[in-house]
């Protein structure tokens, strides 16, 4: 089985890594929704990139590919190509063709790629140039020829679409005349852009057996001089093969999360977090999670559903974390809950503020838990909490008068400035004890120090004046500022990471 053969891999054998959505054309049929103007606001920078790079070089991963999008359009394009071949990764480029001058095809012969695929839907320009929205046919062919030229091996890919499925023996006999070595071609997808254009792009699937008869004779007219490649399985077939043969191959998205393969709306990993090791040993658990698995089966039954690929399937600890936040607004002074009249106002205030907000923002960018986040989630959590306790002490008769059920009023103003002290306290130790554990960055402790005065502070404003509220207000605005000044400052060196 692959599956074993996967596992046994310390990095994945070939990483197909998009590396920017931006592109010079609108295709009908783009897989990725590219286009002008299309670029993620979260793409990747040069220098996360060329982190990217030195990962893949370190792990020894033997071929990648670059596409888009339109990879050539990246400014750092030739930075980024420079710097994996000169790591001995082998590299190919999947490109539109539009960008291959002459200058740019000896540029890419001295850098030692190892192949550039040309998209070439279409043996005329009439057809090219319907499905290739602001492209031109003739462009690519001198693209192709300045490839040629420069020694550069070729491969040609058809996307078959409604006008240009009975061109395929044309355009195979094209990509031998000008040079191909491969050619590639199968069904046209209903995902990307092809949704909104199936009515004007997708074949007669009477049209199918034709063109794979067509195909079929290709293959051997031209054995020995260009391999021609193309797959009759439809997209439910190949997932399910793949489900039980995953690949040693993840797609890599220009904001440098990791996709399982292009035709699932799953991610499992994000290389600007986390280490390509971790992605890929999550890249091989993903593929036996029963969501991917329920989600083939699913597209047995509905194959509309791989029209949404491009919205992550996030799981149901997202939507936990969603629904608890959403129930500790509403219901907060609401019916029929109201928390805060039932004496879990401040607990809310701070699961909300803290494991909630931090877990489901882990969840959200990596999929992952982690008891490290959790730990770090107290301590914003915490504090919020006695932010809330000690601003119910100078409210305690109204409240009581009103019916809420606070912790304050429950226990007593007294005993509520015990409990915010000591919540407080509690907050403010969790970072050294993090430090001690070795989860949260050494330089953390500035945030407990900086805070530490300010909680002294509102404990020697507070300790006697809890039964006056006009003269216990500076023990109020003391923890305030303990909470804002100690969580600013914990983020800043957590995020910093050291
Ligand atoms: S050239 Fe490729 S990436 Fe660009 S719009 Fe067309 S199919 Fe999409």
């Not at 083939?296 to 509309?304: F, G, K, M, S, V």
């Not at 226990?411 to 004890?433: E, H, M």
């Not at 605005?477 to 600013?488: D, K, W």
Request: glycine share 10%; aromatic share 10%.
């Amino acid at each position: 089985m692959e599956d074993k053969e996967t596992s046994d891999l310390g990095a994945p054998l070939y990483v197909a890594w998009q590396i920017t959505n931006e592109c010079n054309l609108a295709c009908l049929h783009c897989i990725e929704e590219s286009g002008p103007g299309k670029a993620f606001k979260d793409e990747l920078t040069t220098e996360q990139a060329y982190g990217i790079i030195d990962q893949l070089v370190k792990s020894e991963v033997p071929y990648v590919s670059f596409s888009g999008g339109e990879p050539m359009v990246r400014p750092d394009f030739f930075g980024m190509v420079e710097r994996i071949t000169k790591g001995g990764v082998g590299l190919k480029i999947e490109t539109n063709g539009h960008y291959l001058t002459k200058e740019n095809c000896k540029k890419l012969k001295d850098l030692g790629i190892k192949a550039v695929q040309v998209s070439l839907d279409g043996a005329s320009n009439a057809s090219f140039n319907k499905m290739r929205v602001h492209g031109r046919f003739e462009e690519a062919l001198n693209g192709i020829k300045n490839l040629r030229e420069a020694g550069i091996p070729i491969e040609i890919n058809f996307v078959p679409a409604r006008f240009n499925i009975k061109e395929i023996g044309a355009a195979v006999d094209l990509a031998h005349e000008i040079g191909a070595y491969s050619f590639y071609t199968g069904k046209l997808m209903f995902t990307g852009n092809a949704v909104r254009t199936w009515g004007i792009t997708a074949p007669d699937e009477a049209d199918y057996p034709e063109f794979f008869a067509t195909l079929k004779a290709k293959t051997d007219q031209y054995k020995g001089k260009m391999r021609v490649y193309y797959h009759e399985m439809g997209l439910l077939d190949e997932l399910r093969y793949r489900l039980l043969n995953p690949a040693a191959l993840f797609i890599i998205l220009p904001n440098g999360k990791v996709k399982l393969i292009n035709a699932l709306p799953f991610t499992c990993g994000d290389l600007k977090t986390d280490t390509l090791g971790q992605v890929w040993a999550q890249f091989q658990k993903a593929w036996q999670s029963p969501r991917v698995s329920a989600f083939i089966d699913r597209l047995a039954e509905d194959p509309n559903i791989v029209s949404r690929l491009h919205q992550w399937e996030e799981g149901w600890p997202i939507v936990l974390y969603t629904l608890l936040g959403g129930a500790a607004a509403v219901w907060y002074v609401g019916p029929p809950i109201r928390w805060v009249y039932r004496g879990l106002g401040e607990t809310v205030i701070g699961l909300s503020y803290g494991p909630w907000m931090v877990l489901g923002s882990l969840h959200l960018h990596t999929h992952r838990f982690s008891w490290g986040a959790l730990l770090a989630s107290l301590v914003p959590g915490l504090l919020i909490t006695a932010l809330a306790t000690v601003n119910n002490i100078p409210d305690f008769h109204q409240d009581r008068l009103v019916g809420k059920k606070n912790l304050v009023v429950r226990l007593g103003r007294k005993n509520g400035r015990v409990l915010y002290l000591a919540l407080s306290a509690l907050g403010l130790l969790i970072i050294p004890a993090g430090i001690f554990a070795g989860l949260f960055p050494k330089l953390t402790i500035l945030a407990a120090l900086a805070g530490l005065p300010l909680w002294i502070l509102s404990l020697r404003h507070g300790r006697d004046t809890w039964d006056t509220p006009r003269l216990f207000m500076p023990a109020i605005r003391s923890i305030v500022q303990c909470y804002a000044l100690t969580t600013a400052l914990f983020a800043v060196f957590m995020g910093l990471g050291r």
